[in-house]
């Protein structure tokens, strides 16, 4: 496949990882966190932990828009899919996951509830042009990503008067979600192999592959300047992966510490400004928002602007705000934070399991604690 | 067939006519849509004398059973569509035993209101399959259902075979370094039917892959009658089937995704939509578990068969207590093929 197989290529990683090897420093550890659900994916599916020192350690981080979501928000969705006359569109994976009450919005679909998956929000749209006597609310989530096709609908909504749609905003931003991971409390230092760890320490990031397309590489200067980490934007193909950790390595030996692109062939410094003026346009950024396992973060998501108040479904519809707590078992903030690795968790692969997740890692295929046990649990059951 | 004017003195209107509750309320349309239609189309012995079941000469030794509902959305897709589908699925279904398909029967639940000339095609298309692998449908069934309480046609299809003396085909004879073989690509048949949905509307070449593969089988089984497992990853891929393998021979599987072909346009669509071809269905492959020292011969077998020309070694049979089916990626790394959680999602990012 043009432009894919190119960056999969067996023999082009095996040079790389063997330049890694070079290049690491055995009297040292390297804690490198990807914050993406798609980088998570590309690890896992391709096996790139395989290729990596023993001393070099991926973190999965936050970056899974389905997992973060909260259960009470999603639990909102289903009440609202199963009021008469509405329509709930919404992407694929997040269809599955469990609300407040361990509900879904595929069950939900099964007592009646006309629930739609869709690929886009154009075909949300599409529906309130067909149904023209049915509310068709769009379930909007994910990150800077997904986030301008839904500013688009909004406008389109209203420059067509389509009073039949909405679109229940709960898209996030990554930056405040990159803050609060490297403001968090550390525990104190131990020794591993020999080697002092502070667990929970990230010694550097992979950065967002398509959420920088639109943001670019800038809004990530903090955490150079305040937290004195690298960062290194790279794509989502494996290839990309690899080659981040070697320039995040070369950072971090060198003590040179800033944000880097790997990822130059679709992300520039300033993004995609047409994106972000829309962003701008339709959305405004909330006080707080609450973060499945990360808990409420200041200024992290965005709302519908009052300019576009006809099409926000929580100005439309009585939302109540639902409480959700997850399990008391579950300690997916250190997971998401790399103190405890997911095959950590005493409730991992017993209580907690991709079918019945109990916590935000589990939730989607790109959580951490999921992204483990699909395709990863194998290694545990070889050390054990 | 001639038409009997004076049972039936108007003929079925099957360019305009829609299936009526009277079609399956056991009166004379019945009667007359399953003489004009159902056995026009399948026209043989057993349906002509018209009795409730039909009555069959067996050969000797062990017969299978196998039995497969088809409830496919759309009904028409590129490469095939639900008639030459059920018949395909059953044969398939009983050659996974290793045995020689005989006979078919076929039930329909038809919504009322569904248009009978996509009946007649359905029925013709299924007639052509039957025919096309010596399959003859002996009985059958139909019930029509109110508008809205079906979704057009459902079809069920239950076929008998026959064993050969000396092969003892299942999943619970795999050991520990048997070869894993594929008869070829994977993803075709699930990725022409998403294609073909409504809200995607994408404009490829693939097409099903639907088959009836009981003659690969034969010609495998008369090859190498040790063949300890035959397997058609249909519904949740290679991924799931060889997940069930696993589990019911107490043992792990080692695979290399170099060897797993894939056709282009299926690698495409899959990484368009975030899916994985692993994952998605297949209705005219199969899977053989043989011991290692027969693998060669059972691949140059394969090749030779129209329907096993991409036949590949993709991997062997492992002892492991976790039953877990691990892969070296083309990467160089190595990754579960674990089963799917509930039905394939596309992903957002």
């Not at chain 2, 892959?209 to 008369?222: C, N, P």
């Amino acid at each position: 496949m043009k432009y894919l197989d190119e960056f999969r290529d067996g023999q082009l990683a095996r040079g790389l990882a063997a330049r890694i090897c070079q290049e690491t420093d055995s009297t040292r550890h390297y804690a490198l966190m990807e914050f993406c659900g798609g980088h998570t994916h590309a690890i896992c599916r391709y096996g790139i932990e395989d290729l990596l020192p023993g001393n070099v350690r991926l973190i999965h981080g936050p970056g899974c828009p389905v997992c973060v979501l909260p259960g009470g928000r999603l639990q909102a969705a289903i009440d609202l899919a199963e009021q008469e006359r509405v329509i709930l569109c919404g992407y694929g994976d997040l269809l599955r996951v469990p609300g407040a009450r361990g509900d879904t919005l595929l069950k939900a679909k099964a007592r009646g509830a006309d629930v739609r998956m869709v690929y886009s929000v154009d075909d949300a749209l599409d529906a309130a042009c067909t149904h023209p006597n049915q509310q068709v609310v769009f379930f909007a989530i994910g990150f800077e990503t997904t986030t301008p096709p839904t500013a688009v609908a909004i406008q389109q909504a209203r420059r067509e008067g389509l009073g039949n749609f909405s679109v229940y905003c709960n898209h996030v931003l990554t930056p405040p979600a990159l803050r609060a991971l490297l403001a968090a409390p550390l525990p104190s230092p131990h020794r591993r192999q020999g080697i002092v760890q502070i667990k929970g320490q990230i010694d550097g990031f992979i950065g967002p592959a398509h959420v920088s397309t639109i943001i670019g590489s800038q809004p990530y200067e903090f955490v150079a300047t305040d937290y004195q980490r690298p960062l290194v934007i790279a794509g989502f193909e494996p290839l990309d992966v690899l080659q981040a950790i070697l320039m995040l390595i070369r950072q971090i030996n060198a003590n040179d510490v800033r944000v880097d692109n790997e990822y130059t062939r679709a992300v520039s410094p300033e993004g995609n400004r047409k994106a972000q003026r829309l962003m701008d346009e339709v959305f405004t950024i909330r006080p707080s928002f609450e973060w499945r396992g990360l808990g409420e973060l200041p200024g992290s998501a965005l709302a519908i602007r009052p300019a576009f108040a006809d099409w926000d479904a929580e100005r439309r519809f009585t939302i109540p705000a639902i409480p959700a707590i997850d399990h008391k078992a579950c300690i997916c903030a250190e997971v998401l934070r790399g103190v405890t690795r997911p095959e950590e968790c005493k409730v991992f692969a017993t209580a907690c399991t991709p079918d019945h997740p109990l916590g935000a890692c589990m939730v989607s295929a790109e959580g951490a604690c999921a992204a483990h046990y699909h395709y990863g649990r194998f290694r545990q059951a070889a050390a054990s | 067939m001639n038409p009997r004017r004076d049972v039936f003195p108007h003929r079925l209107d099957l360019q305009h006519g829609c299936v009526e509750l009277s079609h399956g309320g056991g009166g004379r349309a019945m009667a007359q849509l399953i003489e004009e239609l159902f056995l026009a189309a399948f026209d043989n012995a057993w349906l002509r004398a018209q009795d409730d079941g039909a009555r069959l000469m067996v050969p000797p030794g062990r017969l299978t059973i196998a039995t497969d509902s088809h409830v496919v959305s759309p009904l028409f897709f590129p490469g095939g569509d639900i008639g030459c589908l059920s018949v395909h699925g059953t044969i398939n279904d009983v050659a996974m035993a290793g045995a020689w398909p005989l006979y078919l029967a076929a039930t329909f639940i038809l919504e009322e209101g569904f248009p009978l000339a996509d009946l007649k095609r359905i029925v013709d298309s299924m007639a052509h399959a039957a025919r096309h692998a010596g399959v003859p449908i002996v009985t059958g069934d139909t019930k029509v259902v109110e508008r809205g309480k079906g979704d057009g046609v459902f079809i069920t299809t239950t076929g008998i075979g026959v064993i050969p003396e000396g092969v003892a085909v299942s999943a619970h004879q795999a050991q520990p370094g048997d070869a894993i073989l594929l008869s070829g690509s994977l993803g075709d048949h699930g990725m022409a039917v998403m294609a073909q949905r409504e809200n995607l509307r994408f404009d490829t070449s693939i097409e099903s892959d639907t088959a009836a593969l009981h003659k690969l089988v034969a010609a495998m089984v008369a090859a190498v009658p040790g063949i300890h497992c035959l397997r058609d990853p249909t519904r949740g891929g290679l991924g799931c089937a060889l997940n069930e393998i696993a589990q019911q021979a107490g043992a792990g599987m080692r695979l290399r995704e170099a060897a797993i072909p894939v056709h282009e346009p299926v690698r495409a669509l899959c990484e368009f939509l975030g899916l994985d071809p692993l994952y998605v269905a297949n209705e005219g492959k199969l899977l053989a578990i043989c011991p290692a020292e027969f693998a060669d011969t059972l691949l140059a077998v394969m090749h030779g068969h129209s329907l096993g020309r991409e036949a590949a070694i993709i991997g062997e049979v492992v002892a492991d207590p976790h039953c877990f089916v691990e892969m070296a990626t083309v990467f160089g790394g190595r990754r579960l093929v674990d089963w799917l959680s509930g039905e394939q999602l596309p992903r957002i990012c």
